[in-house]
Structure formats: structure tokens, C-alpha cells
């Protein structure tokens, strides 16, 4: 039997304004996709109405994958190449919503001989062109491990490069695409800071589904080592009954913890709330704690396989 949501998830979030329905009528026109609207996020009226930020996703809608947590629909993508004009309408909408803060993610693209990366670089490089001013993080795939993939992302300059864990380690098979792979998720993020030790990384992971304290811990243990600067922890919620069912909700104070642990190890940033996303409120975590902070990247650290 599922489990009724608890209080804590049940509050209401913010309300729709002016802002949200500007960003909706946006997307429209410029035929974009948002990963808030495909995967279904909690929280995305709120961060369309209240920050000048926006999480877009490239590579069209279906991914070549399939993680069991994931609302984003899965399959052979109708396109067999990227749509080139995608890069410049992009631009074009940052440039619209005057964007302080933009978030391009994507689905899996195993099918493409690079990944799409050479797709993500293009639409790194349109936003840089456009509105030179917005800062850009990509929330990206691992692009079945491959260095050359990678090297075209950090090339294009972004400003973060974000790559989610998802979960612990016990349960990414259970999880996860047996694509993704727990050892190859953290060599990415550490592949970033080997080609360029001045950008930023970030990473998240879901509670909920019946992991321990300690693995949490081993993990962000593990993305430390990785030298992964921000964090994000959020609450699984599940998308529909096709999906597996919330093995806990996870209380406030236990997302408190996590966070105290994760800033005593090192994090520069650590977000841990239960509606907590890995792009919920970006430019706040990055501009206010890293920006105006004068932060820099970290560099320690390196992941080997057990």
C-alpha cells in the first residue's frame, strides 16, 4: 500500500503569476521543451514565477534510456540527428526572459555518436553569443564514459557542469538504467575538474527509497572525493503508479542533517530539503553562495574503483 504524503511534501507550493505564465508562453513559441514539465517537477511554478531562472531540455523528449524513477518518456527518439535551429531559439528565449540563470539539461542520447554533446556545446555557445551575461550550467548525461564527449562540454565553457548520482550505491541497479553506472557517474565529474579545474560541478541525489544514513554519507563521501563542489538531496516522488513506490519520506530534520553533513565535508553548497530538485533554484545556489562569494572550484581529490 503506498504511503500517504506527509505534511511536510503536502504543503502548497507558491502560487502562478505574470513571470510564470510569460516563461510558459515562451517555450511555446520557440518550440522548447523544459525538463520541469517533462519530468514532472514539484516545483516549477515556483521557480517560473519567483527566480529568473529556467531548466530547458535539448535533444528532444524521448530518452534512449529507461531509470525506473524517471518521468521522462523513454524509446527510439523520432529525430535520428539534433534539430539545428534548437541552439538559437534557445538563445532566443534566454535573451526573451532576460535570464540571469539558465539550466540545459537533455535525455539520453546513446544513439549519437557523441551523445549530443557536440549539440550541447552549440547551445552553450548561442547563450554566450546572445546574452553573454547569463550564467550557464548543463546538467548533463554520462555520455557512456567518453572523455572526447566530455572534452566538447568543457571546451564550450560553461559555467557549471552538473552530473546526478541519483542514489547510492546499492541501489543504482535497482534504479538506474543498468546503463549508468555508479564509478562511471563519479568519473565524470571528476573527468570535469581533469579538464578544467576552474568550472564548477554539481550533483544530486534522491532519498526515499530505502537507503541508510550511512550510504548517504559513503556517497557524498564519494562525490567529494570526486571533488564535486555543490549538492542538492531531495525527496523521490513518484511520478505515477507505473512507477515504484516511496519507500519512506524522508523528515526535515533528517534533510538537515544530511545538509550539516555534507557542508562538514566539504561541499561548497549543499541544498537538502524535501522538494529540493538538482536544478531548484540554481542561480541561487550558485550566484549568491559562489559568485558574490568569491568562491573558487575545488581540486582535490580523485575516484578509483574498488
Not at 563519479?186 to 544530486?204: Q, R, W, Y
Not at 581540486?299 to 578509483?304: A, E, I, N
Request: aromatic letters at 6%.
Amino acid at each position: 500500500m503506498a504511503q500517504p504524503k506527509p505534511e511536510w511534501i503536502r504543503d502548497s507550493l507558491s502560487g502562478v503569476d505574470r513571470q510564470h505564465h510569460a516563461v510558459s508562453e515562451t517555450i511555446e513559441d520557440q518550440s522548447l521543451t523544459t525538463v520541469c514539465e517533462e519530468a514532472s517537477c514539484p516545483n516549477r511554478e515556483e521557480c517560473w514565477a519567483q527566480e529568473r531562472t529556467a531548466s530547458f531540455m535539448i535533444l528532444g523528449d524521448t530518452c534512449t534510456r529507461n531509470c525506473d524513477f524517471c518521468d521522462v518518456p523513454s524509446g527510439k527518439p523520432a529525430a535520428d540527428t539534433p534539430d539545428p535551429g534548437e541552439p538559437d531559439r534557445l538563445a532566443a528565449a534566454v535573451d526573451d526572459l532576460d535570464l540571469d540563470y539558465v539550466v540545459v539539461t537533455s535525455v539520453d542520447r546513446d544513439d549519437l555518436p557523441d551523445g549530443g554533446a557536440g549539440h550541447f556545446a552549440a547551445c552553450i555557445e548561442a547563450i554566450r553569443e546572445v546574452t553573454p551575461e547569463t550564467t550557464i550550467e548543463v546538467l548533463i548525461p554520462d555520455f557512456a564514459g567518453s572523455t572526447p564527449a566530455l572534452r566538447k562540454i568543457v571546451r564550450a565553457g560553461p559555467d557549471v557542469i552538473g552530473h546526478n548520482l541519483e542514489t547510492i550505491r546499492r541501489l543504482q541497479g535497482e534504479i538506474r538504467d543498468p546503463r549508468a553506472a555508479y564509478y562511471q557517474s563519479l568519473s565524470v565529474l571528476e573527468g570535469v575538474k581533469k579538464l578544467d579545474s576552474e568550472i564548477f560541478t554539481k550533483s544530486s541525489l534522491m532519498v526515499g527509497f530505502g537507503e541508510h544514513e550511512a550510504e548517504m554519507k559513503a556517497a557524498m563521501d564519494d562525490l567529494r572525493g570526486a571533488a564535486v563542489d555543490f549538492l542538492t538531496i531531495g525527496q523521490y516522488l513518484r511520478p505515477s503508479n507505473d512507477h515504484p513506490a516511496v519507500e519512506s519520506y524522508v523528515p526535515p530534520q533528517q534533510f538537515a542533517a544530511y545538509q550539516e553533513y555534507g557542508e562538514s565535508v566539504g561541499f561548497q553548497y549543499v541544498a537538502s530539503a524535501p522538494t529540493v530538485r538538482s536544478s531548484y533554484r540554481a542561480g541561487e545556489l550558485f550566484v549568491e553562495n559562489a559568485m558574490e562569494s568569491g568562491l573558487e572550484p575545488d581540486q582535490l581529490g580523485s575516484v578509483s574503483d574498488p
